[in-house]
């Protein structure tokens, strides 16, 4: 069975720090580039950042860039976002992902963790 | 970034109805768009991908069609569990955006 599990979301003072993991089990996951998507009430569903199969490319969305950074261990099918100097406005559900990409359509969503940035 | 635009927001429709939902990109991502499905407290699930492709275990009262700037999802006949929030979503980039949502209620 696909599984995508994240894990390491909380409550955290503004510009604070956290970094969220997610494991993936019951598929290739070296094969497969890796997204983290985050979702407000407000803002609906909003793409955060991407990482290539093999880690060699990223990209951000312009509101993280600068102060996220995605990562992965294949070794260990983990994916990770770091995620420094923390605002209000970064309080959402964060998913990791695997998306539709051109040559597939990829494998689904974790169950998402809640991460709240308050003081 | 290329800005993904559903309508309507919100759809009042009874079992049995023909629902139709517009996503409009604004550029051409020629059909690399996707439609998911998502119920409170779920993470969205992937119903279509390459704007017309249903994905395996999918229902066939899903469909998907368009190419270029204007996308349609329909569902043939609203079943009771199709009551949900839908969402487009295009990949001809790397900086993927979701249009807004647009959710599904009981008339």
């Known amino acids: 069975e696909v599984q995508l599990v994240e894990s390491g979301g909380g409550l955290v003072q503004p510009g604070g720090s956290l970094r969220l993991s997610c494991a993936g089990s019951?598929?290739?996951?070296?094969?497969?580039?890796m997204h983290w998507v985050r979702q407000t009430p407000e803002k609906g569903l909003v793409w955060v950042s991407h990482i290539t199969n093999d880690g060699s490319g990223t990209s951000y969305a312009d509101s993280v860039k600068g102060r996220f950074t995605i990562s992965r261990d294949n070794d260990k099918n983990m994916l990770y976002l770091q995620m420094n100097s923390l605002r209000a406005e970064d309080t959402a559900v964060y998913f990791c992902a695997s998306l539709p990409e051109w040559s597939y359509y990829g494998v689904g969503w974790g169950q998402g963790t809640l991460v709240t940035v308050s003081s | 970034d290329i800005q993904m635009t559903q309508s309507p927001s919100t759809l009042s429709a009874s079992v049995g109805d023909r629902v139709t939902i517009t996503c409009r990109a604004s550029?051409?991502?020629?059909?690399?768009l996707a439609w998911y499905q998502q119920k409170p407290g779920k993470a969205p699930n992937l119903l279509i991908y390459?704007?017309?492709y249903l994905k395996s275990g999918v229902p066939s009262r899903f469909s998907g069609s368009g190419s270029g700037t204007e996308f349609t999802l329909t569902i043939s006949s609203l079943q009771p569990d199709d009551f949900a929030t839908y969402y487009c979503?295009?990949?001809?980039?790397?900086?993927?955006?979701f249009g807004q949502g647009t959710k599904v209620e009981v008339k």
């Open positions: 390459k704007a017309s």
């Open positions: 979503q295009h990949y001809s980039n790397y900086f993927r955006t």
């Open positions: 019951g598929f290739s996951f070296s094969n497969y580039w």
């Open positions: 550029q051409s991502i020629n059909s690399w």
